[in-house]
């Protein structure tokens, strides 16, 4: 087990630093004032399926909805589907976002990969608080198993609360003596909501989110209960958990969050990786289809999901095993 980290360049097209810094402005425009603690749910939630638009669906993926477990999913099956399946569980700060809000990163998840992606439309606070997200996911997983399919072709990914979710789901998993999943892809997580880093006297750019809007999110979800170790998986005991790919950008307030959880990963004896997107933002393999990165991120997440190794899942950029106060 060999621990990598990966800084992965921005691309030095001109056409693609020009789209970049369109979706950046689309995004401080359109998104972050959506994420206001004063914006009322209802509102976010209109807004947030409303600046989907700004996304690009991939072709040849067919989408279908059913139930499982009694949670409404949906599925993105890729026109040659092989026998992987990845339970993706969204982003949106635990209160916002759906399957419908993401078909932009897991449709071309679906594509790049081959595997089917089912994405729950799990339960939000702040009607539904923790650990209601929790139970959905795990009760996804476990459908998933009842219905047949090996844990070894099962991949958990999630962005942003919903790659906090996949972590916290891990956890569930192993505490329960279940079949492990074979592998975590966690894009950009948020997996402390007592917002350790809030304080930290570097903080990057940031484009969608900001610390009163964690804050605010942290408070409906978990209320008292942010350091739960199911509501902040990084507080929580890490051992025993399946390799677990982690990509993140410089552009994020959520990064150093990033390199931690993959320092204690690493500690906690996980055979771990954790990809440095430089000049990009929160979640930005939403943007898949558009920007070059996102395709490239999204390749890397398929070719780990196809049972690529840890330390073969970057081309090029620089790579180097994490040292003593590194990631």
């Known amino acids: 087990m060999k621990p990598v980290r990966a800084e992965i360049p921005f691309s030095s097209r001109r056409r ?3 789209i970049a810094a369109l979706l ?5 425009a359109l998104v972050r004032p959506l994420f206001h603690p004063a914006v009322p749910v209802a509102a976010l939630r209109a807004g947030l399926r ?3 638009a700004i996304t690009l669906q991939a072709g040849g ?3 279908r909805r059913e139930r499982a477990a009694g949670v409404p999913v949906e599925w993105q099956t890729p026109s040659r589907a092989g026998a992987e399946v990845v339970l993706y569980l969204h982003g949106g700060a635990y209160c916002v976002g759906s399957p419908a809000t993401h078909r932009g990163l897991t449709t071309h998840l679906a594509r790049y990969s081959g595997a089917r992606v089912m994405v729950p439309d799990y339960r939000l606070a702040p009607e539904h608080p923790f650990p209601a997200a929790c139970d959905d996911a795990l009760a996804c997983y476990q459908w998933l198993l009842d219905q047949g399919h090996e844990s070894s072709q099962i991949t958990i990914a999630g962005d942003s609360a ?3 979710l996949a972590l916290s789901t891990a956890l569930r998993i192993r505490d329960a003596d279940l079949p492990a999943p074979a592998r975590l892809a966690l894009l950009s997580p948020w997996v402390d909501l007592t917002l350790t880093d809030r304080d930290a006297a570097r903080q990057p750019r940031e484009h969608i989110l900001s610390w009163e809007t964690l804050a605010h999110a942290a408070e409906i979800y978990a209320g008292n209960r942010c350091g739960d170790p199911l509501a902040s998986p990084l507080l929580g005991d890490l051992r ?3 390799p677990t790919l982690i990509l993140v950008g410089t552009e994020e307030i959520l990064l150093a969050e990033a390199e931690r959880l993959a320092r204690t990963l690493q500690g906690a004896g996980n055979d771990t990786a954790l990809h440095v997107y430089q000049e990009l933002w929160h979640v930005f393999p939403v943007h898949a289809g558009i920007l070059d990165a996102a395709d490239r991120a999204l ?3 398929a070719r780990f999901i196809a049972g690529g190794q840890i330390s073969d899942l970057v081309e090029s950029g620089q790579l180097r095993s994490p040292g003593p106060g590194t990631a």
Do not use: E, K, W
């Open 16 to 18: 693609q630093r020009v």
């Open 24 to 28: 950046r402005g689309s995004l401080r």
């Open 50 to 52: 409303a600046s989907s």
């Open 61 to 63: 993926v067919t989408t």
């Open 162 to 164: 919903g790659g906090g």
């Open 240 to 242: 025993d958990l399946p």
């Open 299 to 301: 390749d890397s997440i």
